[in-house]
């Protein structure tokens, strides 16, 4: 994008100068009569007052846009946002939570440990009931009956671990009173703090919509109106390269600027500086969406929904809002940051451990193949993990292969006669991929996820079953939702993709306690291929 001191329009005979941004809103265009008027690649433009780039549509001549359609102009933020684009509420109101609870500690240090526990699980409280996720209407009203119930719930958890531990504790209960007060009257100041910093743009998350419809143009210009809501418009998207066409989702008297299609987002995002992403009366198909927003590119952004009803709340739903339009928080599996560290760090204790303990196991099952077949006990393939990056998998060998074209393309063995007493018995047990501990190890793979196929089979499937390849968002595992849901050996591959699309979807640690548990007994109960 070039910057320019004015927008110049020479196909509307006439120069026009571009206002602040600040309070700027809507620019028109009116087209002359037979020359259409439509949106393509926006073009970057510096605002004569503030200095600060805005950016413009450029006419296209192929789309037509009724006269006297108006367009909701995107700007690109100042500096003081681009450095700070990165930041969170919760970095600000975590550490100003901790401290209100721990500043009795100035002056008295009686019961400090306490004090601390309570900080800790008022922190932990916190976090899992939500009072930490980014809002888009900050109100300290609307935060208040959640910060008091967690805080009477965490003050109930100290006083009752207190009570077992001393006969007295009024006067540490006093204090809990106190340090309670102070986390309302912190937050009470980080709220509006926050909002500070929002309301001069200080702090802004570029954003997208993905729509053209009449409910996106009014929801981008109400985020470029009250810059309350921490948000950057930076244009639309919508429709896709081999579907229906955008104008007919469009309404009869505005046009949308478009960034480009449904099938451009993950080119969008890398090119763009994109914090958040808003799906609002899209007319690209569901299909689509669904893809483009699976896509790894999205994984750093934030995304929020605009409901279908929009006019109507669900019943104890969880909605936020802009303006009077309500937003839902998109629920992701965050695959980044502590949890997604949490996951790996328990892959390596335990998978080392457990090399240790089954390593007798081990030993027996290698003496067994070795007097079955002979040399050669190890099995190496080369499988596509994560991202589509090929490593070689572990197994005690239960059969061999007439040559490597067989290894790679032979989709299942599970009636081979060369497959011997000893290798049904250790696949029928999943004892044959005992040496997948190793790989673990290594990080080639996880515990649980999407089971590793084989390069010639993951080309096949990711061309025949939509959604396949997104399978490959995470590391593959020795086990996985499909494998413990009955879809192992010769089952239908797109409910596979299906059922692993859900477990990274809607991954959880406690998701990969139940997948391990359900393994177990599917291993205790013979239930292999």
Request: hydrophobic share 45%; charged share 20%.
């Amino acid at each position: 994008m070039n910057d320019v001191g004015a927008a110049q329009s020479s196909e509307f005979g006439h120069t026009s100068h571009v206002q602040d941004p600040v309070d700027f809103d809507w620019f028109e265009y009116q087209r002359p009569n037979g020359t259409p008027l439509a949106v393509t690649a926006p073009q970057q433009l510096v605002s004569q007052h503030s200095r600060e780039a805005l950016v413009v549509p450029r006419p296209r001549p192929d789309r037509k846009v009724d006269e006297g359609s108006t367009i909701v102009l995107p700007y690109v933020g100042s500096k003081i946002a681009r450095r700070t684009r990165r930041l969170r509420a919760w970095m600000l109101t975590m550490p100003a939570d901790f401290l209100a609870i721990v500043t009795p500690l100035l002056w008295t240090t009686a019961n400090w440990r306490g004090i601390i526990s309570t900080a800790v699980v008022t922190i932990v409280i916190f976090a899992t009931g939500g009072l930490y996720r980014g809002r888009r209407h900050l109100s300290i009203l609307d935060l208040l009956p959640g910060i008091i119930g967690r805080l009477l719930v965490a003050a109930a958890i100290i006083a009752i671990i207190a009570a077992q531990r001393h006969e007295s504790i009024t006067n540490f209960m006093r204090t809990v009173a106190i340090s309670c007060g102070l986390v309302v009257v912190s937050r009470t100041c980080t709220t509006l703090f926050v909002l500070y910093t929002r309301k001069r743009r200080w702090v802004e998350h570029g954003t997208i919509i993905i729509g053209s419809g009449p409910i996106a143009i009014e929801l981008a210009r109400l985020i470029k109106r009250y810059p309350q809501y921490g948000l950057r418009f930076m244009g639309f998207v919508d429709g896709c390269k081999d579907g229906q066409d955008v104008k007919d989702g469009l309404d009869a008297t505005k046009a949308a600027p478009l960034l480009g299609t449904v099938d451009d987002l993950d080119q969008i995002v890398k090119a763009v500086e994109l914090d958040v992403v808003i799906l609002a009366d899209a007319v690209a198909p569901e299909t689509k969406l669904i893809d483009a927003v699976r896509q790894p590119a999205m994984m750093g952004c934030d995304m929020w929904v605009v409901p279908r009803l929009c006019d109507f709340q669900a019943h104890g739903g969880p909605l936020d809002h802009i303006g009077a339009m309500p937003v839902s928080r998109l629920r992701r599996a965050t695959l980044t940051g502590p949890k997604w560290a949490l996951k790996r760090a328990f892959d390596v204790a335990f998978a080392s451990i457990a090399l240790l303990m089954v390593s007798p196991i081990m030993i027996m099952c290698a003496l067994a193949v070795a007097l079955e077949g002979g040399k050669g006990i190890i099995f190496r393939q080369q499988r596509i993990g994560r991202f589509g990056k090929p490593f070689n998998v572990l197994k005690f060998r239960s059969m061999r292969p007439a040559n490597e074209h067989e290894s790679q393309t032979n989709w299942s063995v599970a009636h081979d006669p060369r497959v011997g007493p000893v290798g049904r018995f250790l696949r029928r047990t999943s004892l044959d991929e005992l040496p997948q501990l190793w790989n673990i190890v290594r990080g080639d793979m996880t515990f649980v996820g999407p089971r590793p196929e084989r390069p010639y089979f993951v080309d096949r499937f990711s061309a025949e079953y939509p959604g396949y390849v997104l399978r490959h968002r995470v590391p593959v595992g020795l086990t996985g939702l499909a494998q413990v849901s009955g879809l192992r050996g010769d089952t239908p591959i797109s409910d596979r993709a299906r059922y692993d699309n859900y477990y990274i979807d809607n991954w959880t640690l406690w998701l990969d306690v139940k997948v391990l548990l359900r393994t177990f007994a599917e291993v205790f109960r013979a239930g292999g291929r």
